[in-house]
């Protein structure tokens, strides 16, 4: 009974009575306008014992250094691999393009969340931050590329992912990892995938380098308490008819908040619960090299919120937050926001139809002016209400204030005014895939017998090439993997009749000595060298490696190969055609797993050397193709649209990481395909990743 009794004790020391219980990060709204002053009574008292319970301080938001989180409403997570960003040709980050795009199409950002790990990592050992370090210029071209964004007013985050459990370690944690590199740099922030709150000890490594960073968790905190070190947070919300309130934002008012919903392709509930509890936007369009791009009408929603919130950002932060305040007309919701003399209301229109008339209630205040910061308009009460217009799914903005618009405020009216004579509804909804491209394999000399080293594979009029990505994410959804030239749209599943004339194809990928035979005849170096052959040592490769196939190489680099050698890179239903011949089986050698017919694959953290290519002679194709499996990828073709490269990879890496299935994914059937972004070549260049050749029959 005594334990019974302490058991119920502590039970109902942590728990909390509410009659309006949080839903993970959100607090429901009321039920009814008449429920809302009790509502908004319950969640006051609520938000007062949590922070104490939390033992919330709030010193962290009054830090000069972090502040600008509180007025960082559009921040999207971008790939390094956009090729907004970044010019391989030109071998220079392309900042003002990457902005001036985001500038023409939803009037710009706030601060950017830079992506180079995730879904190539693990294509060898290379770690998250490794990855970092092989950015384009290395850790001072990023300090560069960091200053241009600075110089546009955009803050800078990168990632830190705590399952990458399973590549090379680090000598430091985690936390004094990051902290390091981010300082050296001069980025401003940390996401913390897949964290539901970054950890305290990243706070505290930061702050030991005197370059205190901010930090947002993918995953609203497992505590309150983690409330007073993250400065931010991702939402991920539900979105009933009446808005939901932020649970960070409602205990700490100053926190900032980036609703996301990536893969959604319509804005409209993100763009109004963000507006509604006065926070941010996580603008993500490149997600993982799959364009899931904004549509105007909502790229406008954007532009308009933005420019309200940015103006007012001092008022988003106020501690007298009142959601819910009351309002006229069905299906319209607003907030309140004091601030000293002043008060600011951020409303939503919930309803599929334009709303006219009296809409907001206000206060008898003689000498109060009020303008209609949407339309950009000042307003009079009437009857103690203001009316003003709401279009369908729109959203409208009040500033009440006793004087009248200096000339600033005068030029913002006007602005809005502008922008607002051409309402939301004119601008299309309609989201559109991008198109995909591959880049051209220009054919070879026509060669008469077989060359030396290389292997047949007869013509077929009609083969069936079946195939499909195996991208962690995106399902089957149009615009996932690529886009074939014979068909209409980017997807997932490939089948198709493909004419198959005759070729040659090398029975093995090519070695590291003749690699070097191709160096000592042309001197060839890439002018971007880092990683280039980088297990070779003052351009030798180790003693013993001679039939091991050429890794390091980036898709340039085997391009060069080729053409000194009269040949070219497959096309991937070429060097499928050539793995699977005419029964379409799952492996090489046939339908069933074979451990003998492959390298045993590597799970460790230290990445070993590939197999001799002829090892393994059991896992020979129908044509006598060797080393088609198991043992290295190899670059086949390159696909191409407005903001992203990527390259199709065969055959499979020996290497594959344990304890996470974030990692880049193998792809030993013969059905499957790995999908590799592509940036540059000290990036795309990978120890598990060689290729083989073919050349034209006549």
């Not at 830090?63 to 600008?68: G, K, N, T």
């Not at 006065?278 to 090299?289: H, K, L, M, Q």
């Not at 009316?387 to 600033?408: K, N, T, V, W, Y």
Request: glycine share 8%.
């Amino acid at each position: 009974m005594r334990f019974l009794t302490i058991f119920l004790l502590t039970l109902a020391a942590s728990a909390q009575d509410t009659k309006y219980p949080p839903d993970g990060q959100q607090i429901p709204g009321p039920g009814s306008k008449e429920a809302t002053a009790d509502w908004l009574s319950e969640i006051t008292r609520y938000r007062a014992e949590r922070r104490v319970r939390a033992g919330l301080t709030g010193e962290i938001y009054s830090r000069p250094e972090l502040q600008w989180t509180q007025s960082s409403f559009i921040q999207p997570q971008s790939m390094v691999e956009d090729r907004y960003f970044y010019d391989p040709a030109t071998r220079q980050y392309t900042i003002d393009r990457f902005l001036d795009d985001l500038d023409r199409r939803y009037g710009g950002i706030d601060s950017v969340l830079l992506w180079p790990v995730y879904p190539n990592i693990g294509i060898d050992n290379r770690n998250q931050f490794d990855l970092l370090r092989d950015m384009p210029g290395g850790l001072p071209g990023l300090k560069k590329m960091v200053d241009d964004l600075h110089r546009r007013r955009v803050r800078v985050l990168f990632p830190n992912m705590p399952w990458d459990q399973g590549t090379r370690a680090e000598a430091r944690s985690f936390a004094e990892t990051i902290a390091s590199l981010l300082a050296e740099i001069g980025a401003d922030g940390v996401n913390g995938d897949t964290y539901n709150g970054v950890p305290r000890s990243f706070r505290m490594a930061s702050d030991a380098t005197g370059h205190p960073l901010a930090f947002e968790p993918e995953g609203y905190p497992d505590s309150d308490e983690m409330l007073d070190w993250d400065n931010l947070t991702w939402g991920y919300w539900k979105y009933p008819f009446i808005p939901s309130i932020s649970r960070g934002k409602w205990l700490e008012p100053r926190h900032m908040v980036h609703v996301c919903d990536r893969w959604n392709k319509d804005k409209t509930n993100n763009l109004q619960f963000a507006f509604f509890n006065g926070v941010g936007y996580e603008s993500w369009e490149n997600v993982w090299g799959i364009w899931n791009g904004i549509a105007p009408r909502d790229a406008e929603a954007i532009r308009r919120i933005a420019k309200i919130e940015r103006r007012f950002a001092d008022y988003l932060v106020s501690p007298a937050w009142e959601p819910h305040t009351p309002t006229v007309q069905y299906g319209v919701f607003a907030s309140r926001w004091p601030l000293a003399n002043r008060t600011l209301w951020t409303i939503v229109n919930r309803t599929a139809f334009n709303i006219q008339g009296p809409q907001l209630q206000v206060p008898a205040q003689p000498g109060m002016r009020y303008f209609d910061l949407w339309n950009g308009k000042e307003l009079k009460p009437e009857n103690g209400s203001l009316s003003f217009p709401i279009e369908a799914f729109g959203f409208a903005a009040i500033l009440a204030q006793r004087e009248a618009a200096d000339a600033a405020g005068s030029a913002f009216l006007a602005e809005m005014a502008q922008l607002s004579a051409k309402p939301l509804s004119s601008f299309s909804k309609a989201w559109e895939f991008l198109p995909q491209l591959p880049v051209r394999i220009p054919a070879t000399a026509p060669a008469t017998g077989t060359p030396p080293g290389m292997v047949p594979i007869p013509a077929n009029p009609a083969w069936r090439f079946e195939v499909h990505g195996i991208e962690i994410e995106g399902g089957d959804d149009i615009g996932v993997d690529v886009q074939y030239p014979w068909e209409d749209s980017p997807r997932r599943y490939h089948s198709h009749p493909v004419e198959m004339p005759a070729f040659f194809i090398d029975q093995y990928p090519v070695t590291n000595q003749q690699f070097a035979r191709f160096l000592g005849a042309t001197n060839y170096h890439p002018a971007d060298d880092h990683n280039f052959l980088r297990d070779w040592t003052g351009g030798r490769y180790p003693a013993g490696w001679d039939n091991k196939p050429v890794t390091w190489v980036s898709l340039e680099d085997a391009r060069a190969y080729a053409s000194w050698a009269g040949k070219r890179l497959p096309h991937e239903w070429e060097w499928q055609y050539a793995a699977q011949g005419t029964d379409h089986r799952v492996y090489p050698w046939g339908d069933a797993a074979c451990d003998t017919c492959v390298p045993k694959p590597e799970h460790g953290r230290e990445l070993r050397a590939p197999t001799d290519v002829d090892a393994f002679p059991k896992g020979a194709s129908p044509y006598g193709v060797m080393d088609l499996a198991g043992n290295i990828w190899q670059w086949t073709d390159e696909y191409r649209d407005e903001h992203t490269r990527a390259a199709i990879l065969r055959g499979g890496g020996y290497y594959r990481p344990a304890g996470s299935r974030w990692y880049f994914p193998s792809a030993y059937k013969l059905n499957e395909h790995g999908k590799y972004l592509l940036m540059a070549p000290s990036k795309d260049r990978a120890g598990t990743l060689g290729f083989r050749c073919v050349k034209d029959a006549q």
